[in-house]
């Protein structure tokens, strides 16, 4: 990596967050292990959402399934966004110019839109259909674009430590 961080992330590294969070013996461990807890609930969450986008999980209503899942999966997002920050402002200096975390930020950016696209075009197709009814193509679409990008967003996490 060449280049200097924005004075923004070298100002947040060096904030008394960022040094209590490298001083301290047990908040970034913990902050990491809440981490990957976090990100195995979302990962569950998000498997059942697309699965039955997909057509799979039939017998059930697509709305009683992605209604039960959804609220899981915004709890574990909001996890992985705090303990995220956190892992985040004990390195930022450095995470902001690896190129495998830029990939990961803006692979999550995608996973945003491709929700808000869901959220706001697809959904009201899938809704109001019952147990066993075919899903529509948008929606298949919808989850097999969900599974890819956050599983991709999910191995730019495990690879960043490698940049």
Same mark, same amino acid.
């Given at each position: ?17 960022? +040094? ?24 569950? @969450?998000? @498997? ?20 039960? @899942?959804?609220?899981? +999966? ?64 948008? @929606? ?24």
């Amino acid at each position: 990596m060449t280049g200097e961080a924005p004075a923004i992330f070298v100002a947040l590294e060096q904030s008394d967050l960022g +040094a209590a969070i490298r001083q301290s013996a047990w908040l970034f461990p913990v902050a990491n292990v809440g981490h990957i807890l976090a990100l195995a609930m979302f990962a569950g @969450a998000l @498997a059942v959402m697309d699965i039955r986008l997909l057509g799979g999980l039939s017998a059930t209503s697509p709305a009683h399934v992605l209604m039960r @899942a959804r609220s899981i +999966a915004i709890a574990a997002f909001v996890l992985l966004a705090a303990t995220g920050f956190l892992l985040f402002t004990a390195e930022a200096s450095h995470l902001i110019l690896n190129p495998v975390f830029q990939i990961k930020v803006a692979l999550i950016g995608l996973g945003l839109a491709n929700l808000a696209i869901f959220e706001f075009g697809v959904k009201r197709a899938v809704t109001g259909l019952g147990p066993g009814v075919a899903m529509p193509a948008s @929606a298949k679409t919808a989850g097999l674009m969900s599974l890819a990008i956050w599983l991709a967003v999910a191995a730019c996490g495990r690879t960043i430590a490698y940049f």
